[in-house]
């Protein structure tokens, strides 16, 4: 992923821990995730996925924005900044993913996918506008990191549907970890921004898993 250029101990141990994290526990690990990415996935799947990462994440404000909204530090504002401009064309081209796949597909407890979602989504609007100190950027950094792996998808929707794949504008790493490494000056501080980060990735996993359960549903209902 793209973060690894950017890893090693010029930007300190904080850093190190929070790429460890998004490693082991992002979305680049999710086996479902990896058998969407590939030539044998099944289209509908692809417009599932497209559906599902819209409705946690394509709505506005967002976990960057709320992150905004808590930073108090002038780095972690133009990062924010920056990288709050780049997801918006992140949720553009998710849009029109969206547009190009088409009706939702028809999928076994639709209503009770619809209410898991809605939670996730209450979930990191939580962690992205929390008061701790760390919690928010953790949470927005984690979303940056691990969205390269969920873009791979989409990506891969989009060219089964003949879409134009644009290059990300999202923050590079570099940048990321000068921020991490300006931040962490506490364990305190090192340890809510992992905590923040860690649940943000549990409701990424989360949503594979839902992908994942709602793609065998819709194979065992024909």
Same mark, same amino acid.
């Given at each position: ?6 890893? =090693? ?12 994290? $998004?490693?082991?526990?992002?979305? %680049? ?9 590939? @030539?044998?996935?099944? *289209? ?5 996925? #497209? ?15 709320? @992150? ?6 002038? $780095? ?5 900044? +920056? #990288? ?34 809605? =939670? ?12 701790? /100190? ?9 979303? $940056? ?12 929707? #989009? ?13 590079? %790493? ?6 991490? /490494? %300006? ?8 340890? #809510?921004?992992?905590?923040?980060? =860690?649940? *943000? ?10 992908? +994942? ?10």
């Amino acid at each position: 992923m793209a973060f690894t250029s950017a890893n =090693g101990a010029r930007f300190g141990e904080a850093w190190e821990a929070l790429t460890a994290l $998004v490693s082991a526990e992002g979305s %680049a690990v999710e086996p479902f995730a990896a058998m969407l990415a590939g @030539a044998g996935s099944a *289209t509908r799947d692809l417009a599932d996925a #497209a559906h599902c990462w819209c409705m946690l994440h394509a709505r506005h404000p967002g976990v960057l924005e709320h @992150a905004q909204g808590r930073a108090e530090h002038p $780095v972690v504002e133009a990062w924010l900044g +920056e #990288a709050a401009t780049g997801f918006t064309e992140e949720r553009a081209g998710v849009v029109r993913l969206v547009a190009a796949a088409g009706p939702l597909p028809s999928t076994p407890g639709q209503a009770e996918s619809e209410t898991a979602i809605t =939670g996730q989504r209450h979930a990191l609007d939580m962690l992205a506008s929390s008061d701790r /100190a760390g919690v928010a950027i953790g949470s927005a950094m984690a979303l $940056v990191l691990d969205w390269p792996a969920i873009r791979h998808v989409l990506d891969a929707g #989009a060219r089964r549907l003949g879409l134009q794949v644009v290059e990300s504008a999202l923050p590079l %790493a570099r940048d990321s970890a000068t921020v991490v /490494a %300006a931040l962490a000056e506490t364990p305190a501080f090192e340890r #809510a921004m992992l905590f923040g980060a =860690g649940q *943000t990735l549990a409701q990424h996993r989360a949503l594979w898993q839902l992908l +994942e359960a709602r793609a065998d549903a819709r194979r065992h209902h024909r």
